[in-house]
Protein backbone atom coordinates (compact mmCIF):
# COMPACT_ATOMS: atom_id res chain seq x y z
CA UNK A 1 0.00 0.00 0.00
CA UNK A 2 1.70 3.66 -1.11
CA UNK A 3 2.41 5.82 1.94
CA UNK A 4 -0.05 8.15 0.42
CA UNK A 5 -3.02 5.91 1.11
CA UNK A 6 -1.95 4.81 4.59
CA UNK A 7 -1.53 8.93 5.48
CA UNK A 8 -5.21 9.03 4.71
CA UNK A 9 -6.51 6.39 6.67
CA UNK A 10 -4.82 7.24 9.77
CA UNK A 11 -5.19 10.86 9.33
CA UNK A 12 -9.12 11.42 9.96
CA UNK A 13 -8.90 8.83 13.36
CA UNK A 14 -5.68 11.01 14.40
CA UNK A 15 -8.16 13.74 13.93
CA UNK A 16 -10.46 12.66 16.28
CA UNK A 17 -8.50 11.59 18.94
CA UNK A 18 -6.65 15.24 18.85
CA UNK A 19 -10.20 16.93 19.16
CA UNK A 20 -10.96 14.47 21.93
CA UNK A 21 -7.99 15.06 24.13
CA UNK A 22 -8.28 18.99 23.59
CA UNK A 23 -11.50 19.01 24.35
CA UNK A 24 -10.81 17.10 27.74
CA UNK A 25 -7.97 19.28 28.39
CA UNK A 26 -10.47 21.91 28.69
CA UNK A 27 -8.46 24.81 26.53
CA UNK A 28 -11.05 25.23 23.86
CA UNK A 29 -12.59 28.73 23.74
CA UNK A 30 -16.57 28.65 24.89
CA UNK A 31 -17.01 30.69 21.50
CA UNK A 32 -15.65 27.64 19.54
CA UNK A 33 -18.19 25.08 20.45
CA UNK A 34 -21.13 27.40 20.78
CA UNK A 35 -24.01 26.10 18.47
CA UNK A 36 -24.36 29.22 16.31
CA UNK A 37 -21.10 28.30 15.41
CA UNK A 38 -22.32 25.08 14.34
CA UNK A 39 -25.00 25.98 12.46
CA UNK A 40 -22.54 28.10 10.13
CA UNK A 41 -20.31 25.79 9.56
CA UNK A 42 -22.81 23.06 8.32
CA UNK A 43 -24.12 25.47 6.09
CA UNK A 44 -20.94 26.60 4.39
CA UNK A 45 -20.10 22.77 4.20
CA UNK A 46 -23.46 22.18 2.52
CA UNK A 47 -23.04 25.00 0.29
CA UNK A 48 -19.06 23.64 -0.74
CA UNK A 49 -20.98 20.65 -1.61
CA UNK A 50 -22.71 22.32 -4.23
CA UNK A 51 -19.97 24.44 -5.19
CA UNK A 52 -17.81 21.68 -5.38
CA UNK A 53 -20.80 19.46 -7.73
CA UNK A 54 -21.07 22.49 -10.44
CA UNK A 55 -17.84 23.58 -10.23
CA UNK A 56 -16.10 20.12 -12.11
CA UNK A 57 -14.68 20.68 -15.49
CA UNK A 58 -16.41 17.03 -16.40
CA UNK A 59 -20.35 17.84 -14.71
CA UNK A 60 -22.06 19.15 -18.13
CA UNK A 61 -20.60 15.84 -19.30
CA UNK A 62 -21.57 13.30 -16.41
CA UNK A 63 -25.16 15.01 -16.54
CA UNK A 64 -25.52 13.82 -19.96
CA UNK A 65 -24.89 10.26 -18.97
CA UNK A 66 -27.29 9.78 -16.46
CA UNK A 67 -29.60 7.00 -17.65
CA UNK A 68 -31.44 4.12 -15.76
CA UNK A 69 -28.72 2.27 -15.40
CA UNK A 70 -26.35 4.77 -13.78
CA UNK A 71 -28.83 5.19 -11.29
CA UNK A 72 -29.57 2.09 -10.48
CA UNK A 73 -26.14 1.24 -8.28
CA UNK A 74 -26.55 4.50 -6.23
CA UNK A 75 -29.94 2.98 -5.71
CA UNK A 76 -28.68 -0.43 -4.87
CA UNK A 77 -25.53 0.66 -2.69
CA UNK A 78 -28.57 2.82 -0.83
CA UNK A 79 -30.82 0.00 0.00
CA UNK A 80 -27.53 -1.86 0.34
CA UNK A 81 -25.89 0.23 3.05
CA UNK A 82 -29.80 0.94 5.25
CA UNK A 83 -30.47 -2.67 4.91
CA UNK A 84 -27.12 -4.03 6.71
CA UNK A 85 -27.99 -1.12 9.04
CA UNK A 86 -30.79 -2.23 9.93
CA UNK A 87 -29.71 -5.35 11.17
CA UNK A 88 -27.72 -3.42 14.01
CA UNK A 89 -31.20 -2.87 15.43
CA UNK A 90 -31.35 -6.65 15.95
CA UNK A 91 -27.74 -6.11 18.32
CA UNK A 92 -27.09 -2.40 19.07
CA UNK A 93 -30.22 -2.16 22.51
CA UNK A 94 -29.65 1.00 22.55
CA UNK A 95 -30.54 2.44 19.39
CA UNK A 96 -33.90 2.60 17.78
CA UNK A 97 -34.28 1.84 14.22
CA UNK A 98 -34.42 5.11 12.93
CA UNK A 99 -31.21 6.20 14.63
CA UNK A 100 -29.78 2.74 13.23
CA UNK A 101 -30.58 4.13 9.52
CA UNK A 102 -29.46 7.49 10.39
CA UNK A 103 -26.19 6.19 10.72
CA UNK A 104 -26.02 4.13 8.00
CA UNK A 105 -27.14 7.09 5.74
CA UNK A 106 -24.15 8.57 5.75
CA UNK A 107 -22.14 6.70 2.98
CA UNK A 108 -18.87 7.84 4.52
CA UNK A 109 -19.82 11.13 3.92
CA UNK A 110 -18.74 12.01 7.72
CA UNK A 111 -18.47 15.23 7.91
CA UNK A 112 -21.92 16.82 6.36
CA UNK A 113 -23.61 13.47 8.08
CA UNK A 114 -22.46 13.80 11.77
CA UNK A 115 -23.32 17.14 11.49
CA UNK A 116 -26.79 17.02 10.40
CA UNK A 117 -27.61 14.22 12.76
CA UNK A 118 -26.24 16.57 15.95
CA UNK A 119 -28.73 19.60 13.84
CA UNK A 120 -31.90 17.68 13.51
CA UNK A 121 -31.70 15.40 16.62
CA UNK A 122 -30.35 18.09 19.07
CA UNK A 123 -33.54 19.92 18.80
CA UNK A 124 -35.47 17.23 21.18
CA UNK A 125 -32.84 15.40 23.08
CA UNK A 126 -29.26 17.33 22.74
CA UNK A 127 -27.57 13.96 24.83
CA UNK A 128 -28.67 11.86 22.29
CA UNK A 129 -28.09 13.95 19.80
CA UNK A 130 -24.18 13.63 20.71
CA UNK A 131 -24.04 10.29 21.20
CA UNK A 132 -25.70 9.65 17.45
CA UNK A 133 -23.25 11.99 15.84
CA UNK A 134 -20.13 10.31 17.26
CA UNK A 135 -21.44 7.07 16.24
CA UNK A 136 -22.02 8.25 12.35
CA UNK A 137 -18.85 9.67 12.54
CA UNK A 138 -17.21 6.95 13.45
CA UNK A 139 -19.15 4.43 11.60
CA UNK A 140 -18.66 6.56 8.45
CA UNK A 141 -14.78 7.06 8.88
CA UNK A 142 -14.17 3.19 9.12
CA UNK A 143 -16.01 2.91 5.98
CA UNK A 144 -14.33 5.37 4.28
CA UNK A 145 -11.17 3.66 6.10
CA UNK A 146 -12.09 0.44 4.35
CA UNK A 147 -12.49 1.62 1.01
CA UNK A 148 -9.42 3.09 0.59
CA UNK A 149 -8.13 -0.26 1.90
CA UNK A 150 -10.41 -2.61 -0.22
CA UNK A 151 -11.45 -0.60 -3.44
CA UNK A 152 -7.79 -1.28 -4.90
CA UNK A 153 -7.69 -5.06 -4.26
CA UNK A 154 -11.43 -5.84 -5.43
CA UNK A 155 -11.22 -3.52 -9.06
CA UNK A 156 -8.00 -5.46 -9.22
CA UNK A 157 -9.98 -8.81 -9.32
CA UNK A 158 -12.30 -7.08 -12.32
CA UNK A 159 -15.53 -5.79 -9.80
CA UNK A 160 -14.96 -2.39 -10.22
CA UNK A 161 -18.63 -1.93 -9.93
CA UNK A 162 -18.68 -3.46 -6.35
CA UNK A 163 -15.65 -1.51 -5.45
CA UNK A 164 -18.18 1.41 -6.09
CA UNK A 165 -20.44 0.37 -4.03
CA UNK A 166 -18.20 -0.39 -1.12
CA UNK A 167 -16.62 3.25 -1.43
CA UNK A 168 -20.01 5.07 -0.88
CA UNK A 169 -19.85 8.85 -1.30
CA UNK A 170 -15.72 8.71 -2.11
CA UNK A 171 -16.46 6.67 -4.97
CA UNK A 172 -16.35 10.03 -6.81
CA UNK A 173 -13.12 11.82 -5.47
CA UNK A 174 -10.29 9.76 -3.07
CA UNK A 175 -11.46 6.34 -4.22
CA UNK A 176 -11.78 7.07 -7.66
CA UNK A 177 -8.00 5.98 -8.76
CA UNK A 178 -8.57 2.73 -6.95
CA UNK A 179 -11.57 1.87 -8.67
CA UNK A 180 -10.47 3.12 -12.43
CA UNK A 181 -7.08 -0.09 -11.40
CA UNK A 182 -10.71 -2.36 -12.89
CA UNK A 183 -8.99 -2.19 -16.73
CA UNK A 184 -11.53 -5.08 -17.60
CA UNK A 185 -14.31 -2.45 -17.61
CA UNK A 186 -14.96 0.76 -19.68
CA UNK A 187 -16.04 4.32 -18.93
CA UNK A 188 -16.42 3.46 -15.03
CA UNK A 189 -14.98 7.19 -14.33
CA UNK A 190 -18.67 8.30 -15.04
CA UNK A 191 -20.68 5.81 -13.29
CA UNK A 192 -18.29 6.26 -10.61
CA UNK A 193 -18.35 10.01 -10.27
CA UNK A 194 -22.74 9.69 -10.96
CA UNK A 195 -22.80 6.95 -8.32
CA UNK A 196 -20.87 9.41 -5.57
CA UNK A 197 -23.43 12.46 -6.30
CA UNK A 198 -26.56 10.94 -6.15
CA UNK A 199 -25.28 9.89 -2.75
CA UNK A 200 -24.14 13.02 -1.98
CA UNK A 201 -27.41 14.11 -2.87
CA UNK A 202 -29.31 11.85 -0.89
CA UNK A 203 -27.56 12.36 2.54
CA UNK A 204 -29.09 15.30 3.79
CA UNK A 205 -32.59 13.83 2.43
CA UNK A 206 -32.36 10.62 3.97
CA UNK A 207 -30.94 11.63 7.52
CA UNK A 208 -33.90 14.42 7.43
CA UNK A 209 -36.27 11.88 7.21
CA UNK A 210 -35.19 9.42 9.76
CA UNK A 211 -33.99 12.45 12.55
Not at 128 to 153: F, G, H, V, Y
Request: net charge neutral.
Amino acid sequence: MKLKNITEIIFLPLLLVSGIVTGFAGVIPQWIIDSNLSSLLLALLVFQVGLGLSSRSDFSEIVRTISIKTLLLPIFTITGSLTATALAFLILKDLNLKDCLAVGSGFGYYSLSSMLIMKFKSVSDIEAATMLATTALLANIIREAAALICCPIISKSGRGISAISLAGINSMDVCLPAILNDHSRNNLMPLAITHGIILEISVPLLLYLFC
